[in-house]
Nanobody, 125 residues
Framework: QVQLVESGGGLVQAGGSLKLSCAAS????????VGWFRQAPGKEREFVVVMRWSGGIAYYADSVKGRFTIFRDNAKNMVYLQMNSLKPEDTAVYYC??????????????????WGQGTQVTVSS
């Protein structure tokens, strides 16, 4: 099993920045993909970004492309999401995600093996 724990959420004004962190522990060698999903109030959980745990190309949702950046520190078993130029529509609970398969564009919720507990991001207008 893999455990994922997010941190770094909070309240920020539109146009601001926030960095989320995700600490991975357990059988991380079984994990090929890491990424982030989010769930806004009253909506389904949606794909934000995924990348290969060992590094390489990342796949972003069109809604965050150019504003969000995923990066990881394998030595520390950490994954980060740098969010810039935040918009009110980015308000959601953000979940760290891990999977035993290789990353691909627009992965869906049912494909994901591991989830964190989520961290709230609120962007005020």
């Amino acid at each position: 099993q893999v455990q994922l724990v997010e941190s770094g959420g909070g309240l920020v004004q539109a146009g601001g920045s926030l960095k989320l962190s995700c600490a991975a522990s357990g059988r991380t060698l079984s994990m090929y993909t890491v990424g982030w999903f989010r769930q806004a109030p009253g909506k389904e959980r949606e794909f934000v970004v995924v990348m290969r745990w060992s590094g390489g190309i990342a796949y972003y949702a069109d809604s965050v492309k150019g504003r969000f950046t995923i990066f990881r520190d394998n030595a520390k078993n950490m994954v980060y999401l740098q969010m810039n130029s935040l918009k009110p529509e980015d308000t959601a609970v953000y979940y760290c995600a891990g999977d035993r398969s290789l990353p691909r564009p627009s992965m869906v919720v049912r494909e994901i093996d591991y989830w964190g507990q989520g961290t709230q991001v609120t962007v005020s207008s």
